[in-house]
């Protein structure tokens, strides 16, 4: 570690630039991005093993002492927005693939990414960071039941399948990253803290590639339709972040502007990681687009929010 330690120190430092380029590496490049491919469910895990080993547990638990706030989140995130995204895609003219991926998209937890973010540009990043790990654990068991029983999506996995997946994609990262933290040091976590950060980024980063394999081609044999999937995912992804934030301004602008971003950065990973390929294709397709807005935020809202909270 102490030989790449500055190689990974600079990936964090330089993480948001890293995201942006990967997504176009994996489309310019389809062989690399069919090489990660084949990995993304491994890198995946990866990463939350990683994310999860810089989870300060204690900050958690302190953000509990005000649950009805905490509880309010959650529900909109998983509960709330699900129902107004299919409200919403049952008046749009759009595919019945985009539609359903526009559902699943807001079943989704907020991405592990929002809390930096929110610092970043001087939000609440304390409740974004315990909304985003709670959303994490939880999404496992609310998800499913909202995309495959209230919404009757059909993923090609049965409603306890998807809930075992995603709770093994989530559990065993969990597990693995409370037997590290027995077997390493809490001051030697500490001190790799950015360099983690970094291999979090360089994973993140591999993920990014992959998740493009096959989607050059599609562009090449229907660019409309690709891109009015791109167009549907930032607007998807947009619309729940305003609409969030207009739900909690009672709250004040930190607070509701952090509110909104976690609902519009929505963890995709979990399920292009557990989705079989019999899922119908324009759901993939979506929630691979989705990470145009997801890996590209950073740069287009960062200034908005800036401002916003100044306003």
Known sequence: MHAIRP????????????L????????????LA???????????????????????????????????LIAALLAWLLLGCPILAYAAASFLPISPGFAAGLVVLATGCAATSSPAFARLVGLDGDVAFVVSILSTFLVPFTAPPMALGLMNIDLALSLGGLMTRLALLVGLPMALSLVLRRIIPAPALAREARAIDGMVVLLVAA????VMDGVLAL???????????????????LGLNLATALAFSAAGPRLSLAAGLLSGNRNMALYLAVLPQETAPDILLFLTLCQFPL?????????????LRRG
């Open 7 to 18: 190689f990974l120190e600079a990936c964090a430092r330089q993480g948001a630039r890293i």
């Open 20 to 31: 942006a380029i990967s997504i176009f590496i994996g489309l310019a490049v389809p062989p």
């Open 34 to 68: 069919g090489l990660f491919r084949d990995v993304v469910t491994i890198t995946v895990a990866g990463l939350m093993t990683l994310v999860l080993l810089r989870v300060d547990f204690s900050q958690v638990l302190a953000w509990l002492r005000r649950p009805l």
């Open 207 to 210: 993920y990014g590639v992959g």
């Open 219 to 237: 562009f090449m044999a229907s660019p409309l339709h690709v891109l009015s999937g791109v167009a549907l995912a930032f607007g998807g992804c």
């Open 295 to 307: 890996f590209l935020s950073p740069f287009l809202l960062g200034p908005v929010y800036r401002r």
